[in-house]
């Protein structure tokens, strides 16, 4: 009824203006039309974004991470249209997309690609602000994403929400982890943004069985029981200023250190030979990973139809793995395990730089041109077994 009277209202005030009008002295000035006046109540939200975006996409935001309580990222990205992650429940691992495999599938932090090691199911859902899905190549993400590519953006500040610390404990088949969050918003200005740190001291307890097929070593059942305890820090900040004649500059340093050790056994029993035929092995598995990154973004507007964007990134990483297995029990013949030792090394330097112009034209379409450098450096260590 409200809407009605408010319609109606409209239809009869262009009447009204004129009969006041046609009172009015002469010489008196008219009232002045100040054209449409558009007032939203509502601020941004993932609609808002999809629309305005220039690139068919799927936008999970910062609401709908939180409404589902998932407690790593990993969680959260199986429950995206078209993204498959396999894996356990709640232990993460290889990323498809549209049952393409993994090394199709394109997976971006904060527009960056992933340096190697770094592990997505170390980040938090309350680390991320949100995630956006693209299925297909574009001039920004390139054309390695077969499949499609995911990007995850860290954390942005909100004004009016003040210091939020979460402490989370967990107990999983008699082992205790600790998870503790701290997110802390900027408002000075004109320097806006967020601070966002989290401590984890986890520990995971895994366990599978599978029976093997050989031609050589005949079938075999092959048990394997492990603790892993991983120590990690994750801080990553998100600071903007604004200036005058939409001038803004974004950055973004991100630093992550992560520990990990596993302790482990492995059984393994020959099935089709006359006499029991068995093994065991103790696994030490020994990793570590850090890295720091600082990227930028600087937009400024030309004109009122043109806009420059300038996009720069600088990161150094390095990984480590050892994997030692050591025969706890006479070997059998022929031998179902070996006494191994592998391990890898992984250093990491890159540096981007990237620029992209808009101009807004007048039938409401937009013309994109940009330019794009990197610069990779580093290298890989030898992965041995012996």
């Known amino acids: 009824m409200a809407l009605q009277w408010a319609m109606t209202g409209f239809a009869v ?32 939200n993932d609609t808002e974004t999809r629309r ?57 932090l904060d527009g960056e690609r992933l340096p190697p090691g770094f592990s997505i199911d170390s980040l938090l859902p309350e680390q991320v602000e949100r995630i956006e899905i693209l299925r297909a190549p574009t001039a920004e993400t390139g054309a390695r994403a077969i499949a499609g590519t995911i990007n995850i953006v860290l954390r942005e500040g909100q004004k009016a929400n003040p210091d939020d610390l979460k402490i989370t404990r967990s107990r999983e088949n008699g082992h205790d982890s600790t998870l503790l969050n701290w997110v802390h918003n900027l408002n000075i200005q004109p320097l806006t943004g967020t601070l966002t740190m989290s401590v984890t001291d986890q520990y ?38 604004r200036g005058e004649q939409g001038k803004t500059l974004t950055l973004t340093p991100f630093v992550v250190y992560s520990d ?49 964007e300038v996009r720069f990134g600088v990161g150094h990483s390095e990984y480590d793995l050892r ?22 090394n992984f250093v990491d330097r890159s540096g981007s730089l990237s620029s992209k112009w808009t101009r807004a034209m007048d039938n409401g379409h937009q013309v994109v041109s940009g330019l794009e450098l990197k610069a990779y450096a580093g290298g890989r260590g030898p992965g041995l077994a012996r």
């Open 323 to 344: 994997l030692d297995q050591t025969l706890t029990t006479p070997s059998a013949s022929p031998p179902l395990l070996r006494n191994t030792t592998q391990f890898q």
């Open 260 to 308: 990990f050790t596993g302790n482990g056994l492995i059984q393994a029993d020959r099935l089709d030979t006359g006499a029991v035929a068995s093994e065991a092995a103790r696994t030490l598995n020994q990793s570590r990973f850090a890295m720091a990154r600082l990227n930028g973004q600087w937009a400024q507007r030309l004109s009122a139809d043109d806009r420059l």
């Open 13 to 44: 005030l262009p009447g009204l203006a004129l009969a006041q009008n046609a009172n009015l002295p002469a010489g008196a000035a008219t009232a002045t039309d100040l054209g449409q006046v558009e007032v939203r109540g509502n601020r941004n």
């Open 204 to 241: 995971r307890p895994d366990s599978s069985s599978s029976v093997i097929s050989s031609n050589v070593l005949g079938n075999s059942t092959r048990n394997n029981e492990s603790l892993g305890h991983r120590q990690a820090m994750h801080a990553n900040a998100r600071l903007q200023w």
């Open 52 to 108: 305005e975006s220039s690139v068919a996409k799927i936008v999970i935001g910062r609401e709908e991470i939180q409404k589902q309580g998932d407690a790593n990222l990993g969680e959260v990205l199986k429950r995206l249209p078209g993204v498959t992650v396999q894996g356990a429940p709640g232990r993460g691992g290889a990323i498809r997309m549209r049952g393409l495999g993994g090394g199709f599938t394109q997976i971006l």
